[in-house]
């Protein structure tokens, strides 16, 4: 099927093992993922923070041979996928305006479209960025010459995926760690899918962190969020980076993958139409919106190919699948209906109630609801009596029996 047609636009995450220091190899590396997304029908592919040099350059990152090789890896990876119909980012140091940035570098069908300049060094525990970077806030140009040619330049810059209805934004790693991450920012000014390129290193229980962190800003923006991380192969020192590597969607977690061994490829089929109908519907979303600055590049995407879908319809969407999920959602159904209740007959001053049963599921349950409503109350079960739906009729008094 042609997933466009439904709305849908498949978004991935590539894990290439990286070579420190080595942009010729990691070029190779990236080269492979590119074209085997582009076999998958992806149609916007995210890599891991500076995947084309590693993040793990440090004091290399000073020197001019590096800085060239890693230009010239670029033009590489664009010469090879000149026939990949998919956007990609990359990441690589850029100079720029006596500086030097940690930049997402993002590209189709072999022609450069904007780099985007991190916006949140960071500069504590085992980071040292700003021994190395400036921050996207200290550029002083809007364009940048990459390989002979002038490009966008800047944080502020928006990709409209054609043909698609999806508009895409980038942020680097930290960025996403701020009380008011870039990506807010970016929803507001009309992305729906946010690309973070990371490199998240590992620390007990920090993956627990980082996976509710992505579900959680994939809700607030009511957006898609592709989050790749650096993997194995990029430590030179005792930092281990694991590769932990998340798709997401309003919330939810579509795909993920950590700890493999080889390069890696995930990926997620995006609703793209639903997010956007989401949006409409929660009318506050852009109250207060200060999105202005925003430069938007076209992406002119061709004819769509047929691919098999990876998105599942849940035909039992409220009923979890795993039990003890489906015990806690019940145990919830349950209590908002007992406290409703409750709270109900102690605004209308009811003292007294008569459930009647039918003998069926829902009865049942409105007896259950009852009975817990009356405890809350501090009701005695003397106030409370079910009969028999066919022929009731009250009782009065204190003595009816339960």
Not at 68 to 88: K, P, S, V
Request: hydrophobic residues 45%.
């Amino acid at each position: 099927m042609k997933l466009g047609e439904y709305g849908f636009l498949r978004v991935a995450a590539a894990v290439p093992y990286v070579h420190v220091a080595n942009p010729e190899k990691n070029a190779g590396e990236i080269i492979t993922l590119i074209h085997k997304a582009r076999e998958l029908g992806v149609r916007a592919l995210v890599f891991p923070e500076l995947s084309v040099t590693g993040y793990t350059c440090a004091d290399l990152f000073g020197q001019n041979l590096l800085l060239r090789q890693a230009e010239a890896a670029l033009g590489e990876i664009l010469r090879a996928t000149r026939e990949c119909d998919m956007l990609c980012a990359v990441g690589m140091p850029i100079p720029a305006d006596n500086q030097l940035f940690n930049c997402a570098v993002v590209f189709h069908r072999g022609a450069v479209l904007a780099a985007v300049p991190k916006t949140f060094i960071p500069n504590y525990s085992e980071f040292y960025e700003k021994r190395w970077f400036a921050s996207a806030t200290e550029r002083k140009s809007g364009t940048v010459r990459l390989l002979g040619t002038e490009v966008p330049f800047g944080e502020n810059v928006l990709f409209r995926l054609e043909e698609t209805g999806v508009t895409l934004a980038v942020e680097i790693c930290e960025d996403l760690w701020m009380p008011i991450p870039p990506s807010s920012r970016h929803a507001l000014a009309g992305a729906s899918l946010i690309l973070n390129l990371s490199a998240s290193n590992d620390l007990v229980t920090k993956s627990d962190y980082r996976r509710a962190l992505v579900a959680q800003q994939s809700a607030r923006c009511i957006a898609g969020y592709a989050f790749a991380s650096a993997g194995l192969g990029e430590s030179t020192t005792d930092l281990v980076f694991g590769g932990h590597s998340l798709i997401a969607e309003n919330g939810r977690i579509l795909a993920e993958t950590a700890f493999d061994t080889t390069s890696r490829l995930i990926y997620a089929d995006i609703d793209g139409e639903k997010l956007l109908s989401d949006r409409r519907r929660v009318n506050s979303f852009m109250e207060n919106a200060l999105a202005e600055g925003y430069r938007l590049v076209d992406v002119p995407f061709g004819p769509e190919g047929d691919v098999e879908p990876a998105f599942e319809v849940d035909p039992y969407p409220f009923i979890p699948r795993d039990r003890e999920k489906k015990f806690s959602r019940c145990r919830e159904i349950f209590r908002i209906q007992w406290s409703g209740l409750a709270e109900r007959m102690r605004k209308i001053g009811v003292q007294r109630a008569v459930v009647g049963i039918s003998g069926g599921l829902d009865s049942t349950l409105a007896l259950l609801v009852a009975v817990e409503a009356a405890k809350a109350l501090g009701l005695p079960p003397t106030r409370w009596w079910a009969s028999p739906c066919r022929e009731w009729a009250p009782r009065a008094g204190p003595t009816a029996t339960p």
